[in-house]
């Protein structure tokens, strides 16, 4: 009868529930943004994240820096308004060993409304008193981390903006390909 008293145990306790880190906002390290796709990463001194970016071309690449607002898409040096992606991958290095920003959190991607506001006073912006002019998408190259939209998105809502306001945009297909060019209409006269 003494064994029965003493061999008894108390029942464990239950064992604390695991205690979850609070989740780090995103800094970038595996963000794609719509309408870009990312080919480098580079980490700056303190962890913001520097990308190598490019639109539908291929061939031209973009640098853009989560944590400051350094972005580049030119080759003043080489004497071309693009990047290879051997010069972005220098400049992305280069930006990412000297720059000491924060990370910062990752741009919201925007509603429809506000980026066709965007893109209006975009093509507004390339109006002057000469001539039309031609308006290129890769013009748009650095602004894609803000407005996060694929080109055949931003070219349904050039074509709109053309019908919409014919004022400001024109629009003007190829004699011998399906290729739409878009042009901003020169500033009236007066």
């Excluded at 055949?152 to 903006?161: G, H, N, P, S």
């Amino acid at each position: 009868m003494a064994l029965t008293l003493f061999s008894r145990r108390p029942a464990p306790a239950p064992a604390p529930a695991p205690v979850e880190p609070e989740p780090w906002f995103e800094t970038g390290e595996t963000w794609t943004p719509e309408g870009v796709t990312v080919v480098e990463r580079y980490w700056t001194q303190v962890h913001a994240v520097v990308l190598v970016y490019t639109a539908a071309q291929g061939y031209r690449h973009t640098v853009a820096c989560l944590g400051c607002h350094f972005r580049t898409s030119a080759n003043r040096r080489a004497g071309y308004d693009w990047l290879q992606l051997e010069d972005a991958a220098a400049a992305a290095n280069e930006h990412a060993s000297s720059c000491r920003a924060v990370p910062r959190d990752i741009p919201a991607r925007p509603d429809d409304d506000t980026v066709r506001e965007q893109l209006r006073t975009w093509v507004t912006a390339f109006r002057n008193r000469g001539a039309d002019e031609q308006i290129h998408l890769e013009s748009l190259d650095l602004l894609r981390l803000t407005i996060q939209r694929t080109n055949d998105w931003i070219e349904a809502t050039l074509q709109q903006l053309a019908v919409d306001q014919p004022e400001i945009l024109r629009t003007q297909t190829s004699e011998h390909s399906d290729r739409v060019s878009y042009y901003a209409r020169r500033l009236p006269q007066g």
